[in-house]
């Protein structure tokens, strides 16, 4: 395929390479429209002409557009736009959201109370092969979202159980004790039974 010249500056530029990857793809939108390309951002001392119809051509679009639509708009980045959020863990804060590529990914507002636990660990939030789901991993009994970081399990029963989400005093299947006694982690049944056990003996 032939190359695509830059309205403003005249550099060639190969189509299919800037469409897919040479230009970011804002970049590619400004220069479709004419306003620039990355080597002259819009900006030159000796503007180009085109004098020929392969000046103009555009690929398998209609390359007349590119001179026909009005004022140029201005080479810059247009803001990033707000990422889709899709739900919080209540236990770490974390949320997930769908960017504009619509790509899921790990969010930690400043005041996230999981932030520099996240930082730390292992599967942190920045690793790519990490599965990234639109629902919460678990929904407790009282409505508490745990991301797959903060839900653990009964090592007696299996149930879910998250240490990070303050449930109160309202015992849920979701409850878990921190207890000098035991250096596991526990269901609430589990726990209590644990602790008759022991009562009794």
């Known amino acids: ?59 398998d679009e209609d390359g007349l557009e590119r001179l026909l639509s009005g004022d140029r708009p201005k080479w810059e980045k247009p803001p990033e736009p707000e990422p889709e959020k899709l739900w919080e863990c209540d236990g770490c804060g974390v949320h997930v959201v769908r960017d504009s590529e619509g790509e899921l990914a790990y969010d930690l507002p400043p005041n996230a109370p999981g932030k520099d636990w996240y930082k730390s660990h292992p599967f942190h939030r920045e690793s790519k092969w990490i599965d990234i789901d639109d629902e919460p991993y678990h929904v407790f009994a009282e409505g508490q979202k745990a991301c797959e970081f903060c839900v653990s399990f009964c090592d007696s029963c299996g149930k879910e159980i998250c240490e990070t989400i303050d449930f109160g005093d309202v015992y849920t299947d979701g409850a878990s004790l921190a207890s000098d006694d035991y250096s596991e982690a526990y269901c609430i049944d589990c726990f209590e039974s644990l602790a008759a056990e022991e009562d009794d003996e």
């Open 1 to 59: 395929m032939s190359d695509t010249y830059c309205m403003v500056c005249g550099e060639p530029w190969d189509y299919y390479g800037a469409r897919h990857g040479d230009m970011e793809k804002w970049e590619f939108e400004l220069f479709r429209k004419g306003a620039g390309c990355p080597s002259c951002e819009g900006v030159t001392d000796t503007p180009f002409e085109p004098t020929k119809l392969a000046h103009i051509e555009f690929g």
